[in-house]
């Protein structure tokens, strides 16, 4: 038998973004979508427009900055690396003395 079925997907808003590796979610309504895609996803939404997880993040250090580690300085080098633990950005720094 063949049955049709309606569905809602998503798409992060930042072209050429594909946030779903393998398997891609598939909810019965939109305010599912959201929902799930919101509390088990990390999504953001503003109206129907949405960012996935890792550009949400980004679009968050834009607006209050990067939440950088305590880092590591290496000793060979004196370069000193740091993560942002929101958005996974890295910075490189030669370390003063």
Not at 39 to 48: C, I, N, S
């Amino acid at each position: 038998m063949i049955r049709r079925h309606v569905c809602f997907t998503a798409e992060c808003s930042t072209p050429g973004c594909e946030p779903f590796d393998e398997y891609t979610p598939h909810f019965d309504t939109e305010e599912e979508a959201v929902e799930k895609l919101t509390r088990e996803w990390g999504w953001r939404f503003r109206g129907k427009t949405g960012l996935c997880a890792s550009h949400a993040a980004v679009r968050e250090c834009e607006r209050t900055g990067h939440e950088w580690s305590s880092g590591y300085t290496d000793p060979s080098t004196g370069v000193r690396e740091e993560y942002c633990g929101r958005c996974n950005a890295a910075s490189r720094l030669l370390a003063t003395t």
